[in-house]
């Protein structure tokens, strides 16, 4: 069975996809969004930093043009999301464990203020007074104002409220729908045939397994154990910013909500395993400790795993897929029909309102030159030639066809 459905379908309800399905419903298309369990994935596990400055990695420069523009466009997004998406503008500490810690993050502030960024030193008695509970025995601080906090929960609820039920397909997208010229829609696990104009892959690992791809998507996961623990009220608050701290070269983060929890993350591995880690929950209850003492003092509620969707260099596959040669093509030679966003990795939630705005221009026919550098076929630049597509979305189909 085929159904005209939507203008435009979103595979995959991440904050991702809801941010690009809320942007596009807000210009007036009707928007269909895929997935059967919405924000259980990496969005579920997400501690929600805003942290374009703090997040800065070495040598990763356009990434950081595109997180810094990003967390610009965050307070309007979030003002549209509404209220209660969860949006805080409290700012960010940086503490430093040791002296080599306290060196590192100079280091890093040195590149960070080269790159126009503000990183503000404090002196431990000036962190001690804004954060009393801060252990006695740090090396040092610093301070980054513009390094925001959402709760990604919250953000994932409101923005299904704004899109309303009847926008939300709960099932797997088994594979693209071509009509032999342009991506079509979606074909899903039970068979039926979701048809748009223009279709947007957003479900981070998800899509490696989506059949009919003209492109290959090199994602891997990256795992991470995250902890959430209750405040009890003798000791709240617990911190009032975000605290990132280096401990002995581990970094851990303590990122304080309204309700009186804290998020306390992550570690990082790419060991295959989606369960949670004993040695992970250890080493992150035991370096927030040393940055917190109370930290032993809460009552640790959930503990979680997910894998978040890694790229080769920890960029994201954003923009549409250039057309295989002697193919037919839109007017910019790309495969009609078809966005690609995923591959965001640890920046999921921070680059939300970013390409969501990438999208929008592109479902608009303008493709801004200054994240060329994340399209989605950068690590091939090949196409599969539309015969290599048509016989890996039939060996995907759902036994019986579509009906």
């Known amino acids: 069975m085929e159904e005209v459905h939507a203008d435009v379908i979103v595979v995959g309800a991440g904050v991702i996809g809801l941010g690009i399905a809320w942007e596009a419903a807000r210009s007036g298309r009707r928007v269909t969004v895929v997935d059967p369990a919405p924000g259980s994935g990496a969005s579920f596990a997400a501690a929600g930093m805003l942290a374009a400055v703090s997040e800065y990695h070495y040598q990763e420069e356009q990434l950081l043009e595109f997180m810094v523009h990003s967390a610009v466009l965050w307070p309007a997004f979030a003002a549209s999301a509404g209220p209660g998406c969860g949006y805080l503008s409290t700012p960010t500490l940086c503490l430093a464990g040791d002296a080599a810690d306290r060196q590192a993050f100079a280091d890093l502030r040195s590149v960070q203020q080269a790159h126009g960024l503000d990183v503000r030193p404090l002196t431990l008695r000036e962190a001690r007074t804004r954060e009393p509970l801060l252990a006695p025995a740090l090396a040092g601080a610093f301070e980054i104002e513009a390094d925001h906090q959402v709760d990604p929960r919250r953000l994932v609820a409101a923005l299904l409220a704004r899109l309303g039920e009847e926008s939300v397909v709960r099932a797997r997208a088994a594979r693209l729908a071509w009509d032999g010229r342009r991506v079509a829609g979606v074909v899903l696990e039970d068979g039926r045939e979701l048809r748009a104009a223009e279709t947007v892959v957003a479900n981070g690992l998800g899509a490696r397994d989506l059949a009919g791809l003209p492109v290959s998507l090199p994602l891997r996961p990256v795992y991470g154990d995250v902890l959430r623990l209750r405040v009890p009220a003798r000791v709240r608050p617990l911190v009032t910013a975000t605290v990132r701290g280096l401990v002995r070269g581990r970094p851990v983060y303590i990122v304080p909500r309204e309700d009186g929890t804290v998020v306390i993350g992550a570690t990082q591995r790419e060991d295959g395993s989606d369960a949670v880690s004993a040695g992970g929950v250890y080493e ?62 640890r920046h999921g939630v921070l680059l939300t309102p970013a390409a969501a705005s990438v999208c929008l221009g592109l479902l608009e026919g303008v493709a801004d030159p200054r994240w060329q550098g994340f399209r989605p076929d950068r690590f091939t630049r090949t196409t599969r030639p539309l015969a290599e597509r048509s016989a890996a979305a039939r060996s995907a189909a759902p036994q019986g066809g579509i009906r």
């Open 284 to 345: 992150l209850l035991r370096d927030a400790q040393a940055l917190v003492p109370a930290v032993a003092e809460l009552e640790l509620y959930e503990t979680t795993a997910r894998a978040r969707p890694g790229t080769p260099d920890n960029a994201p596959l954003l923009g549409r897929v250039p057309a295989a040669a002697g193919e037919p093509h839109d007017g910019a030679g790309c495969v009609p029909g078809l966005i690609v966003a995923t591959g965001f990795f």
